[in-house]
């Protein structure tokens, strides 16, 4: 059974940069889609970034691109959110996840993401 954690949030000032990890077990990630996802408070959980399990695809979300930049290391089983220029609007909780068909579309939604990891709250504010 594949488990995630996320790590690496906190508080950061606008402007300034954050590095979100998720280290999973259980399985290796090599044939894995994976993702990042956040919630505000008040708001529904939308999708930051993907990586299908080729690495041959990525996608962003709009509010995020040329921000933010999504890494894999299959080696370590592991994967990054490197976030830079943050805002106040990119204070969430930040989830990690990852899906067994093995895709990234251009349209990421939740589903068919099934594993997930606890959250970890990044807060932008001066």
């Known amino acids: 059974q594949l488990q995630l954690v996320e790590s690496g949030g906190g508080l950061e000032q606008p402007g300034g940069s954050l590095s979100l990890s998720c280290a999973a077990s259980?399985?290796?990630?090599?044939?894995?889609?994976i993702g990042w996802f956040r919630q505000a408070p008040g708001k529904e959980r939308e999708a930051v970034s993907c990586?299908?399990?080729?690495?041959?695809?990525?996608n962003y979300a709009d509010s995020v691109k040329g921000r933010f930049t999504m890494s894999r290391d299959n080696a370590k089983n592991t994967f990054y959110l490197q976030m830079n220029s943050l805002q106040p609007e990119d204070t969430a909780v930040y989830y990690c996840?990852?899906?067994?068909?093995?895709?990234?579309?251009?349209?990421?939604?939740?589903?068919?993401?099934?594993?997930w990891g606890q959250g970890t709250q990044v807060t932008v504010s001066s």
């Open positions: 259980g399985d290796t990630l090599d044939y894995y889609g």
């Open positions: 996840a990852a899906e067994r068909v093995g895709g990234c579309t251009r349209r990421i939604t939740l589903q068919p993401f099934d594993y």
């Open positions: 990586i299908s399990s080729s690495g041959g695809s990525r």
